[in-house]
């Protein structure tokens, strides 16, 4: 399956700490999405990384491909209350319109 | 969520009613999908649109049916022939149309479907 899987399956550390969440993938990926959720709402899009495309970053955000390694990492810096969510990596297949989401890491910002 | 609405947030049926979920966009996107989401799961997808009057099977669209007449809506029913139809359904639209290229997803605020 191409589906991406993310580890730790959750993570808890205090607010003001760095918290990072990795994805692997078994097959070739056009691109490599991230998404946050919500307890009860819909996802929102946080970063798109391409396949030729190593490092991107969005404020606090901070993205990491390694196609050789099939794995991506999401670091989240200097983490707030308000990041307590969970994120999903979603992996899609070149030539390929859909995308396919991993079963998410929940983290939790203890105050 | 923006540009996308789903309604209604909470949904109750009977076991062996069919049940219509509304999604709505205003982006102006080709592209709709319709996901599942299960507890502590990631989301499954269930059917797909690239294009008006055109839709494709997702993973799991045994005991569901959708139609995409207007750009705009893109309806799921959920039939009773689906065994376990309890779950938050999620909405989501891309520019990615036919394109072949997957860009990100624009998500709906989900309905709670509870099947009793």
């Known amino acids: 399956s191409q589906q991406g899987e993310e580890d730790p399956q959750a993570l808890s550390i205090q607010e003001g700490e760095n918290a990072t969440m990795n994805c692997s993938y078994k097959t070739s990926i056009n691109n490599l999405q991230w998404y946050r959720q919500n307890s009860g709402r819909g996802l929102v899009h946080l970063i798109l990384i391409r396949s030729n495309e190593r490092e991107k970053h969005s404020g606090r955000l901070r993205v990491t491909l390694d196609t050789s390694k099939k794995s991506s990492s999401l670091l989240i810096t200097a983490s707030r209350a308000a990041d307590t969510a969970s994120y999903f990596c979603?992996?899609?297949?070149?030539?390929?319109?859909?995308?396919?989401f991993g079963k998410g890491t929940r983290l939790h910002i203890l105050p | 969520d923006g540009g996308i609405t789903q309604s209604p947030k909470y949904l109750f049926r009977k076991e062996g009613q069919n049940v219509t979920l509304s999604c709505e966009q205003n982006?102006?996107?080709?592209?709709m999908y319709w996901y599942r989401q299960d507890p502590g799961q990631g989301l499954r997808l269930i059917y797909y649109s690239q294009i008006v009057n055109d839709f494709q099977k997702g993973d799991i669209a045994e005991g569901y049916s959708v139609s995409r007449e207007k750009k705009e809506s893109f309806p799921l029913t959920v039939t009773s022939a689906q065994k376990n139809p309890t779950a938050f359904y999620l909405c989501?639209?891309?520019?990615?149309?036919?394109?072949?290229?997957?860009?990100?997803?624009?998500f709906g605020p989900g309905t709670r479907l509870t099947v009793t």
């Open positions: 979603a992996t899609a297949w070149p030539r390929d319109d859909k995308i396919i």
């Open positions: 989501a639209t891309s520019l990615s149309g036919t394109s072949g290229i997957a860009y990100e997803q624009y």
């Open positions: 982006l102006n996107h080709d592209a």
